[in-house]
Nanobody, 123 residues
Framework: VQLQAYGGGLVQAGGSLRLSCAAS????????AGWFRQASGKEREFVAA????????YYASSVKGRFTISRDIANNMLYLEMNNLKPEDTAVYYC?????????????????WGQGTQVTVSS
């Protein structure tokens, strides 16, 4: 499975971005998936996850209510809609997937990773 994340960019605080993650080799209907981020000088951290069934999600407390994870099975895409962005959301964002039903919030729980896309939020 190969994942490719894109859609990052520079946005002002309070703005919105939508990150996309394209999968090849397997469909997201067979995968649970998640988004992680890594700010400069910090460890990679969990952001959001989606169960393989598509009807269960989980968010980090820092993004809950502002970010939404979703997928498009027909186009084999994973998304992260980010609203009301804050400077502390600045990081490289990674999509990840695992061939199991349940979602995970730990990095070790994921088998496949995208290359990352930079999100920069200016104050």
């Amino acid at each position: 499975v190969q994942l490719q994340a894109y859609g990052g960019g520079l946005v002002q605080a309070g703005g919105s971005l939508r990150l996309s993650c394209a999968a090849s080799g397997r469909n997201f209907s067979d995968l649970s998936a998640g988004w992680f981020r890594q700010a400069s000088g910090k460890e990679r951290e969990f952001v959001a996850a989606l169960m393989r069934s598509g009807d269960g999600t989980y968010y980090a407390s820092s993004v809950k209510g502002r970010f939404t994870i979703s997928r498009d099975i027909a186009n084999n895409m994973l998304y992260l809609e980010m609203n009301n962005l804050k400077p502390e959301d600045t990081a490289v964002y990674y999509c990840a997937a695992r061939p199991y039903m349940m979602l995970r919030i730990d990095i070790k729980g994921y088998d496949y990773w995208g290359q990352g896309t930079q999100v920069t939020v200016s104050s």
